[in-house]
């Protein structure tokens, strides 16, 4: 059997907030597989073990873009190792910089980005300087660029932290900004449930069934109730399903407000800066005496 560490067990407590024991326990079952614990987990303890799926795991920005016309935009997301950092003025300059580059320049991936004119020199020039002037490491991590369908609407969120392009066609202006708006808060993962992966649907089927099972429901029923958690799940995770944030009645989905307003959603692009990253555990008196330090440069 696989040795079952201390680091590990903090690992899959931090990602999902159950109890020490409980993480241990799940992790001994699991024979060490990480992603098979927290699986163990949510059959046991619900879904408060999905706490890591929002949480933000690292520093830095969303550099957003969007052309006049709302034709074209591109998001980008830049790194940096602390908060401070990602409070920069420059930082920020250099990710709606790449941003613009992205969306007028097309490059095909971040080294062809690196690659391109900025300044006096070129993007990695220009972050390798202000690598040198901060004195931390920052790093361009992806991009996605978009030629709407229809006219494009952006909302950044938190410091930059969130950021959205959803490219609609029809209505107005105002349903664009909604639309951005609900996405930051909402996150869901596709437009409509063709977009989930195969994998998710299985995961959430097989822990209704065991769940199901644990409860003592005959097992006659287990693949019925599974199909029923498998399609709320839908609604939670899909942009048309979901209900819309600012709907008065609490009621009204995504997919019945763009129908009352005679509009569509082509696509839409969510960052959550570090998403799927580790985050660094700093010093906070040497991030203190960094920053009085930067201050005073």
């Known amino acids: 059997m696989a040795e079952i560490t201390a680091s590990m067990v903090k690992e899959l407590r931090e990602k999902t907030d159950a109890p020490m024991m409980e993480c241990k326990r799940a992790l001994i079952?699991?024979?060490g597989d990480l992603a098979k614990?927290?699986?163990i987990l949510r059959v046991k303890l619900g879904s408060k073990a999905t706490k890591a799926a929002t949480r933000i795991a690292a520093e830095g920005v969303v550099g957003m873009y969007v052309a006049g016309d709302g034709k074209l935009g591109a998001v980008v997301e830049?790194?940096?190792?602390?908060?401070?950092?990602?409070?920069?003025d420059e930082f920020i300059a250099l990710s709606k910089g790449c941003a613009e580059l992205v969306a007028n320049q097309n490059p095909v991936d971040v080294a062809a980005l690196s690659a391109l004119p900025m300044g006096d020199g070129t993007v990695e020039s220009t972050r390798a300087a202000l690598v040198g002037k901060i004195g931390e490491n920052m790093t361009l991590r992806r991009f996605v660029r978009i030629a709407a369908e229809g006219k494009l609407a952006s909302y950044v969120h938190g410091g930059s932290k969130i950021g959205v392009l959803v490219d609609v066609s029809g209505g107005d202006e105002q349903l664009g900004k909604d639309l951005a708006m609900h996405i930051a808060a909402s996150k869901p993962k596709s437009l409509d449930s063709s977009g989930v992966p195969a994998e998710l649907l299985d995961t959430e089927r097989r822990i209704a069934i065991e769940k199901?099972?644990?409860?003592?429901?005959?097992?006659?029923m287990l693949d019925k109730i599974a199909e029923g958690t498998v399609q709320k799940y839908l609604k939670d995770v899909t942009l048309l399903g979901q209900v819309f944030v600012k709907a008065e009645d609490g009621k009204q989905t995504i997919e019945q407000l763009l129908k009352a307003k005679g509009a569509k959603v082509n696509s839409f692009t969510l960052y959550i800066v570090g998403e799927g990253l580790e985050k660094r555990v700093n010093d906070f008196?040497?991030?203190v005496a960094a920053q009085a330090a930067a201050a005073k440069k």
């Open 29 to 31: 079952e699991a024979g």
């Open 37 to 39: 614990a927290e699986e």
């Open 78 to 88: 830049v790194n940096s190792e602390t908060d401070f950092v990602a409070k920069n």
């Open 212 to 220: 199901a099972r644990e409860s003592g429901k005959p097992e006659a």
């Open 285 to 287: 008196a040497a991030e």
